[in-house]
């Protein structure tokens, strides 16, 4: 074969793969005509030198900029290069530490270069800041001259967060690594120009699993070795119907393909939405879920370790004494992070961090971050270390719809200040309370409940003991509760501590007025006794709290509250300190008024205790000296007005300390307690128990 015979050959070939089918009469337009005689006469054209020939009838051709590099390039305007691993906008994307995160981070490496692995999908889970995207960038890293096929990150801080550029994303990248799936795309690309106008499950079907299962039937060689795909912050993704769509195709790809060289590794928060795919019976069995958790041991270490030698790099850095930081400086910060390797990360940044205040020295800000971890809360005007972790909660939060948030941020206030039945003035221990019975304090129903949080799932989540327990709220990292505690931080998400008062107050008399209605039949057989003991314990201690400027709005709850049916129950200390609060605060109100005697208006009497006598005493001396309490014997006598009834009000030092003769091993028995201080006070007092109609 001639030179020219040659090239005629290769240029015609060519031509039937990158020229669109037309007729050639119709090659009208100025631009494509202008490309087509580029293509055909330029020095490197098709058909160089050729002369005296045509070309007749329909030919198969595509435009030439649909060939090699211009099909990367149209990809490459249609995806969004923002979103690969190694793009100029994760420069200083997280990373794991050389020695941190190591067994998720080597299990999924030895999982993406196994070809006969079973198990084609897997779904990490972790709550917001914990370092998902450290151990997915470090992996795609370390795999890209290997096992990596593509790599997609979302991020909304970057505006990457376009479910319909994935898939273009993911096949500019496979076609740079494969030249074979590069040829195929190009041939989709010429059959159908209108290809990016489709839809997410035509773009999958087109540029990923049409080209493979190509590759496959024709050659398994080619695609041995499997490819790695890594999908990282789905719940970034702006739209949550689109990143269940995207788990959808996949799952379903990887359900129905039996023989595919793609390894699928999605990294999530467990955002509500994600979670119900994620227990799906319907999700392909191959598919691992696993969960990356704070508590784990080897997260504690990370956090110890990434401390340790983050800050040796800044004392070399700065050039500080060989005594800082000190080691319960570091053993304080490793407590607050408590395996929370973003928290870690936050604080050594912000220690690390040239670029802010020039008056502040690393030992400066190191303070600063210890006095944000004690509580004590970010000054205005000044540095906050946990800002990077403060935005994120911010992102979170303002997810919430705004006709939602009201309830969402009443159910936090309740769960952050009043998380459990707190036994607080006894040495019992506190007792959770269940998700169902926080819903009913707050007269909301559970899916209710739910629905206001299910936008927090990278925050909080439920947690069930073992099958047939009730389901516990729990926070992810206790640094969340400390964010909306302080204004300066949460801002507009900040807790309204003197609503949540009132509106704890407010809740638990509803509740307290049936629990004082009960007869001694109804209460032995009480539905729902916690709920109940937490509104004995918590109704007062919140009542204590409301803020002055609230009080009015309190009193009118407890003018109509039933206080004579109070003695029916023990009152422990929260609520005497409430009676000495109305007793100076309350003194002009025309509502309820309190006054101290010397004894009880008669035997009608409520009775609350004191812990001991110490403090007995101590409570007293905040009144006039003739009712100071000198002797353990001695009590203190109110009456209780309001505009309905006058009641009694006696306190006493309530003896609860443990029966040391008791077979119980140890273990205190407060209701027992309870029990016998208030017969011995009956007794003292009163006289015999005399039970009314309706109690016997």
């Given at each position: 074969m001639s030179e020219m015979e040659r090239r005629t050959a290769i240029s015609a070939s060519a031509m039937i793969c990158v020229l669109r089918q037309v007729e050639a009469p119709q090659l009208n337009d100025m631009g494509r005509a202008d490309m087509f005689k580029a293509a055909v006469y330029s020095p490197g054209g098709f058909f160089a030198g050729?002369?005296?020939?045509?070309?007749?009838?329909?030919?198969?051709?595509?435009?030439?900029?649909?060939?090699?590099?211009?099909?990367?390039?149209?990809?490459?305007?249609?995806?969004?290069?923002?979103?690969?691993?190694?793009?100029?906008?994760?420069?200083?994307?997280?990373?794991?530490?050389?020695?941190?995160?190591?067994?998720?981070?080597?299990?999924?490496?030895?999982?993406s270069t196994d070809p006969k692995n079973q198990a084609r999908m897997r779904w990490y889970m972790g709550p917001a800041g914990i370092g998902k995207s450290a151990i997915a960038q470090s992996v795609a890293e370390a795999s890209e001259d290997g096992s990596l096929g593509a790599a997609f990150f979302f991020s909304r801080s970057a505006q990457v967060d376009d479910a319909d550029t994935v898939f273009q994303t993911l096949a500019y990248q496979l076609a740079m690594k494969n030249t074979e799936y590069k040829t195929i795309i190009s041939h989709q690309l010429g059959q159908d120009p209108l290809l990016f106008t489709k839809n997410r499950r035509t773009l999958f079907k087109q540029l990923i699993a049409e080209p493979f299962r190509i590759l496959t039937n024709r050659n398994e060689s080619i695609v041995d070795g499997p490819f790695l795909i890594i999908l990282d912050g789905l719940d970034e993704c702006k739209d949550a119907k689109a990143q269940c769509d995207l788990v959808e195709i996949i799952s379903d790809y990887v359900r129905r393909v039996e023989k595919s060289p793609l390894l699928w590794a999605i990294f999530s928060r467990p955002e509500w939405h994600l979670k119900s795919i994620s227990s799906d019976p319907n999700l392909p069995t191959p598919c691992a879920h696993i969960d990356i958790s704070v508590d784990e041991e080897e997260a504690q270490r990370d956090v110890r370790r990434l401390l340790e030698d983050g800050f040796v790099k800044i004392k070399q850095k700065f050039d500080l004494s060989s005594t800082w930081p000190r080691k319960e400086q570091v053993d304080l910060i490793a407590t607050a992070a408590s395996g929370h390797l973003g928290f870690a990360s936050f604080i050594l940044r912000f220690i690390d961090d040239e670029n802010g205040d020039d008056n502040e020295?690393?030992?400066?800000?190191?303070?600063?971050?210890?006095?944000?971890?004690?509580?004590?809360?970010?000054?205005?005007?000044?540095?906050?270390?946990?800002?990077?972790?403060?935005?994120?909660?911010?992102?979170?939060?303002?997810?919430?719809?705004?006709?939602?948030?009201?309830?969402?941020?009443?159910?936090?206030?309740?769960?952050?200040?009043?998380?459990?039945?707190?036994?607080?003035?006894?040495?019992?221990?506190?007792?959770?309370?269940?998700?169902?019975?926080?819903?009913?304090?707050?007269?909301?129903?559970?899916?209710?409940?739910?629905?206001?949080?299910?936008?927090?799932?990278?925050?909080?989540?439920?947690?069930?003991?073992?099958?047939?327990?009730?389901?516990?709220?729990?926070?992810?990292?206790?640094?969340?509760?400390?964010?909306?505690?302080?204004?300066?931080?949460?801002?507009?998400?900040?807790?309204?501590?003197?609503?949540?008062?009132?509106?704890?107050?407010?809740?638990?008399?509803?509740?307290?007025?049936?629990?004082?209605?009960?007869?001694?039949?109804?209460?032995?057989?009480?539905?729902?006794?916690?709920?109940?003991?937490?509104?004995?314990?918590?109704?007062?201690?919140?009542?204590?709290?409301?803020?002055?400027?609230?009080?009015?709005?309190?009193?009118?709850?407890?003018?109509?509250?039933?206080?004579?049916?109070?003695?029916?129950?023990?009152?422990?200390?929260?609520?005497?300190?409430?009676?000495?609060?109305?007793?100076?605060?309350?003194?002009?109100?025309?509502?309820?008024?309190?006054?101290?005697?010397?004894?009880?208006?008669?035997?009608?009497?409520?009775?609350?205790?004191?812990?001991?006598?110490?403090?007995?005493?101590?409570?007293?001396?905040?009144?006039?000296?003739?009712?100071?309490?000198?002797?353990?014997?001695?009590?203190?006598?109110?009456?209780?007005?309001?505009?309905?009834?006058?009641?009694?009000?006696?306190?006493?030092?309530?003896?609860?300390?443990?029966?040391?003769?008791?077979?119980?091993?140890?273990?205190?028995?407060?209701?027992?307690?309870?029990?016998?201080?208030?017969?011995?006070?009956?007794?003292?007092?009163?006289?015999?128990?005399?039970?009314?109609?309706?109690?016997?």
């Open positions: 050729a002369s005296n020939f045509q070309v007749n009838g329909p030919v198969n051709m595509v435009q030439s900029f649909e060939s090699g590099n211009a099909v990367i390039q149209r990809l490459a305007d249609e995806g969004a290069p923002a979103a690969m691993h190694n793009s100029s906008s994760r420069a200083y994307a997280p990373r794991c530490h050389a020695d941190t995160r190591k067994t998720f981070r080597n299990d999924l490496v030895e999982w020295t690393p030992e400066q800000k190191l303070k600063l971050c210890i006095k944000v971890i004690q509580g004590l809360g970010v000054d205005p005007g000044s540095l906050n270390p946990l800002e990077a972790l403060d935005n994120l909660y911010l992102e979170i939060l303002s997810t919430v719809p705004p006709s939602v948030l009201p309830m969402t941020m009443r159910i936090l206030g309740l769960f952050i200040m009043y998380p459990c039945i707190s036994n607080r003035y006894t040495r019992a221990s506190p007792e959770d309370l269940s998700v169902e019975d926080q819903a009913a304090f707050l007269a909301i129903d559970k899916s209710a409940y739910k629905t206001a949080l299910r936008r927090l799932y990278s925050v909080l989540y439920f947690h069930t003991a073992s099958e047939g327990q009730p389901e516990i709220l729990r926070l992810y990292h206790t640094s969340f509760a400390d964010f909306l505690r302080d204004s300066l931080r949460s801002r507009q998400f900040c807790l309204d501590g003197g609503a949540i008062h009132l509106d704890v107050a407010t809740q638990g008399l509803h509740l307290l007025h049936d629990v004082v209605e009960m007869t001694m039949f109804e209460a032995f057989f009480d539905p729902k006794p916690a709920l109940h003991r937490y509104a004995l314990q918590e109704t007062w201690e919140a009542c204590c709290h409301v803020p002055e400027s609230l009080l009015s709005q309190l009193i009118l709850k407890l003018e109509h509250f039933n206080f004579k049916r109070m003695k029916t129950q023990n009152w422990d200390e929260s609520f005497a300190r409430f009676i000495r609060r109305l007793y100076f605060e309350a003194r002009n109100n025309e509502l309820i008024q309190v006054t101290i005697v010397s004894k009880p208006l008669d035997d009608d009497v409520i009775f609350a205790g004191l812990r001991d006598f110490q403090n007995l005493r101590d409570f007293s001396m905040a009144f006039p000296p003739r009712y100071h309490v000198a002797r353990p014997l001695d009590e203190l006598h109110f009456i209780l007005k309001t505009t309905t009834q006058t009641v009694s009000i006696t306190l006493l030092t309530a003896d609860l300390e443990e029966d040391d003769n008791d077979d119980n091993d140890g273990e205190f028995d407060i209701n027992q307690a309870y029990d016998d201080f208030y017969n011995e006070f009956v007794e003292r007092h009163v006289g015999p128990l005399q039970m009314d109609d309706t109690e016997e």
